[in-house]
């Protein structure tokens, strides 16, 4: 029976250097004074507005990602440029993989088919998988599937387009309310959190291993 490993990319696979950007990008207009703005609280709500924007009626991620910055940084008193989120589309597919990914994958596609399930864009990702340098057999994306997770759908529509049913899919993320909350009762054969941030997690969200990164990845999956 076939079976493939699933990814999250961003943040998973990914280097997801949406904050220091940002912030560069704000800084290099001369509209960001670092001293009188709590960043760390702007970046949380800058990411909570993300996942906002993906639990409303679907629209593409190059509109979703402006549209959240505009409603963070008014939030916080900041001028919106349409400069500063189109700057940052730009600056999503220069973002490459973190150090153990493409050793990790490459060990892993010797036993299994690898695919991404990605909220993103397809132009936007492509250059991603580039940068991450390894051969992926699917790379689905919430354009395709006309959904961002944790919508359901994006799951269901990925498994019909692999061709496979959820008991034959390893989904491996780090995203746990995009990825892990959703597919807790979606039948799969084994879901792996990377747990990048040293976050907690949940009994009940369980079963799920967790590791600190992909390097342990194949060796916990028989590669």
Known sequence: MREIVTFDAYGTLVDFQLGPTTLKILADSGRLDLDNLDVDEFLDDFRVMRFQAVLEAYRPYHE??????????????????????????????????????????RALKTRY?????????????ARNVENIGVEFDYVITAQQAG????DRQTFRHAFRTMGVEPSQVIHTAQGWEYDHIP????????????NRYGRPGSADYQPYDELPDLSGLPKLLGC
């Open 113 to 125: 088919e690898i695919a991404i399930i990605s909220n993103t864009d397809d132009n936007l990702i």
């Open 183 to 194: 597919t807790r009762d979606l039948g799969l054969k084994r879901r792996v959190w990377i």
């Open 147 to 150: 959904a961002y997770k944790p």
């Open 64 to 105: 979703a990602l402006p549209s959240s910055l505009r409603n963070a940084m008014r939030l916080h008193g900041l001028e919106y440029r349409d400069s500063d989120g189109e700057a940052l589309v730009d600056a999503v597919p220069t973002f490459g993989p973190f150090p153990e990914v493409p050793d990790a994958l």
